[in-house]
């Protein structure tokens, strides 16, 4: 079946380093994925997306890499803030239109 | 300024009795989606509307219903509340199968 899953449930990280959430999915395809960043208590804020077409994309401090050889993204913050403390979760887009497929989320802690 | 609105931010109901969750957007997108999400765990489409045509997921139990009178509005209703329905609810808005936008979610409790 479908699935987009995190390999790691928690990431702890000293401020000001650099971060790499990873991310793999099963449907070959996809051809669309968005990270997301979920605060406690809060929806999910849009992060950054990238299309089948491309490997690489940037953003302001993040960038995703795109692997589709081996199913493979992942979400990488530079100088992580503590500001950048959340759960962060890929999803991609499964076989019926609108359907983004979560994967169950990566908790990012950051250490002063 | 907050685009995608969902009232109210806690709800608590009553086993049984119906309770109606509500999403309005001003991002005028044609597709409006729900998600249920349980504590530490990812958000889970129940059904979405794109423009008037509804599509709900296989699993998504009959107790679950959803209207969506115009393009600004979107309603979760749910008739039989059961404790395992105590979740954060999320609306989510997108232009056709673009990035989705979601509001800050209704946590509802059930007693």
């Known amino acids: 079946g479908e699935s987009v899953g995190l390999h790691l449930p928690t990431l702890s990280v000293q401020e000001g380093d650099n971060s790499i959430i990873n991310c793999a999915y099963s449907?070959?395809?996809?051809?669309?994925f968005i990270w997301y960043k979920q605060e406690s208590g809060k929806g999910p804020q849009f992060i950054i997306d990238?299309?089948?077409?491309?490997d690489k994309r940037q953003g302001q401090r993040v960038t995703v890499l795109l692997n589709k050889t081996v199913k493979h993204l992942s979400l990488q913050i530079a100088a992580t803030q503590p500001g950048d403390s959340a759960v962060y979760f890929c999803?991609?887009?499964?076989?019926?239109?609108?359907?983004?497929?979560f994967g169950k989320g990566t908790k990012l802690s950051v250490k002063p | 300024d907050a685009m995608v609105i969902q009232n109210p931010r806690y709800q608590v109901t009553q086993f049984g009795k119906p309770v109606t969750l509500s999403c309005s957007q001003t991002l005028n997108h044609n597709v409006m989606y729900w998600y249920q999400q349980k504590s530490s765990q990812a958000p889970k489409l129940l059904f979405h509307?794109?423009?008037?045509?509804?599509?709900n997921e296989a699993d998504t139990p009959d107790n679950f219903q959803s209207r969506r009178p115009n393009t600004s509005f979107c309603f979760l209703d749910i008739r039989s509340p059961g404790l395992g329905d105590a979740a954060m609810y999320l609306c989510?808005?997108?232009?056709?199968?673009?990035?989705?936008?979601f509001g800050a979610g209704t946590r509802l409790s059930v007693l």
């Open positions: 509307y794109y423009d008037k045509d509804f599509n």
């Open positions: 449907n070959s395809a996809s051809d669309y």
């Open positions: 990238i299309r089948s077409n491309m």
């Open positions: 989510a808005t997108s232009r056709d199968q673009n990035i989705q936008y």
């Open positions: 999803a991609g887009t499964g076989r019926s239109q609108g359907n983004l497929i």
